[in-house]
């Protein structure tokens, strides 16, 4: 049986088994291309959220349905955006696939967003919630996501076998399946000493095997937030990725280096990080030499003055 033939049939539907079979083949597609396995569950989500919203087949879903989801209130224009994207996949995956005859987001406006700003936390709040009763393997994930600069999908899969202590670095698996080695960081090089050496330093518990997942990195470190008194809604544990950048170009280190260390493909993603120090804008003003103010206008030596 060729797959075509498999695929679910262009009907009304009522319940959500077809709408699963189809995210199930957009999966593959996904993984054959080679994106991100967090890519591909939030992108799941995502389109789930449109299902509950329209209540409708994948093929009856129009654009004013699109518009009118990406519209409602109470999102960011940033995850709008986002979320834009990954709809714009989906429908495109079921048009080039044949699961649909027309692709319903062609003529969906983009969606602007304003320039992003990092939101890192200080380091007396990664202080905080290093001392707040964290478990020690909550406290791990802290310290990487501050001093490796570390996404949560990568701390979650950290294993003994990616340190190389001849080198000091550690290898990772960043956006886009980037692998990297990057250097060790001396307090990463030693929490390196009391986790496991050959295995993921954070199994996945349960039944399931390997590692656990970046959303359990999440509520972890927010929970260790939380028992901080930190209640500022816009820090995340991504805010540690953010203190990272944040303390490399405070501590006035070449942006193409930051660049690298954080593993962006762009630079201008990097430079967000550089208009966040106000000692350094304070420095800058500060630079401009200074100079007398005259008391009086001076016409009345030069009756030729503007």
Known sequence: MGVAQRKPQLRLISDQDD???????????????????????????????LRRSCGKSYE???????????????????????????????????????????????RLAPVTAP??????????????????????????????????????SQIGAVHGGDIDRLTSTIRTVGKGNKERRLPLHPVIAELATTMPADDWWFPARGT???????????????????????????????SLRHAYGTDLVEAEVDIRVVQELMMHESLATTQIYTGV???????????????VVPIRSGRSANPLAA
């Open 277 to 291: 120090s106000e000692r350094r804008k304070r420095a800058a003003v500060d630079a401009l030499p200074g100079r």
């Open 208 to 238: 399931r095997t390997g590692h656990v997942r970046g959303s359990s990195v999440t509520d972890l470190i927010t929970k260790a937030k939380i028992r901080a008194g930190i209640t500022d809604p816009k820090l995340t544990p991504h």
């Open 115 to 152: 320039k992003g700003t990092p939101r890192p936390f200080t380091r007396a709040q990664i202080d905080a919630m290093l001392d707040s009763g964290a478990y020690r393997k909550t406290r791990a994930m802290i310290l990487l996501g501050y001093f490796q600069g570390f996404r949560v």
């Open 19 to 49: 709408w699963d079979l189809a995210l199930a083949y957009f999966e593959e597609y996904q993984r054959s291309a080679g994106l991100a396995e967090t890519t591909i569950r939030n992108r799941a989500s995502f389109v789930r959220t």
């Open 60 to 106: 009856e879903v129009t654009l004013v349905d699109l518009r009118r989801h990406l519209g409602r209130p109470g999102i960011t224009a940033g995850t709008r955006r986002t979320e834009r994207g990954a709809l714009v996949a989906f429908f495109r995956f079921l048009l080039e696939d044949d699961f649909r005859g027309d692709d319903p987001t062609v």
